[in-house]
């Protein structure tokens, strides 16, 4: 997001934050398209694992509890990843958004921590019937 700088990707970030990150052109040429290119990697790696996960499930012959559970724990690894390292580590700890945007030096910090508590409660309770409605269709369809 940084290399993107576009404040409609950051709905996520703390109200604080937004109303002093002002709007910007690329910081170099060729910035946006380099963010875009994280993004579309980013994109495929994720696309890519679930298409890894089903196929290996094919593989050994997985029921829909077995791709329920490898669903479950792929998305909640993520979302755990997400609030130790995005949330915690680079909002709360590191000098990250202070380096893209220092209007925002002495805003984040530790106190930010938590600030989307909701939204990952959310997550957690939503990928459940994710998975299990992606695990009978993978049983469904491939076993």
């Known amino acids: 997001m940084g290399f993107i700088q576009d404040k409609r990707l950051f709905s996520s970030a703390p109200k ?6 002002p709007d910007k052109k690329e910081r170099f040429k060729g910035a946006h398209i380099v963010g875009w290119g ?3 990697v980013a994109v495929l790696l994720f ?4 298409a890894l996960g089903i196929w290996d499930g094919v593989r050994n012959g ?3 509890f077995q791709y329920f559970a490898r669903f479950l724990t792929m998305l909640y690894g993520m979302e755990i990843y997400d609030i130790l390292f995005f949330d915690w580590y680079l909002l709360c700890r590191s000098n990250f958004f202070p380096h893209f945007y220092p209007e925002t030096k002495g805003i984040v910090g530790p106190q ?10 959310i ?3 939503v990928y459940i019937p994710a998975c299990a409605l992606l695990a009978l269709a ?3 369809l491939f076993s």
């Open 16 to 21: 604080e934050n937004l109303a002093v990150i």
């Open 38 to 40: 994280i993004v579309a």
């Open 47 to 50: 696309i890519g694992a679930f």
């Open 62 to 64: 997985f029921g829909p």
């Open 112 to 121: 930010m921590f938590g600030y989307n508590k909701k939204a990952h409660i």
């Open 123 to 125: 997550h957690f309770i």
């Open 138 to 140: 993978c049983g469904a």
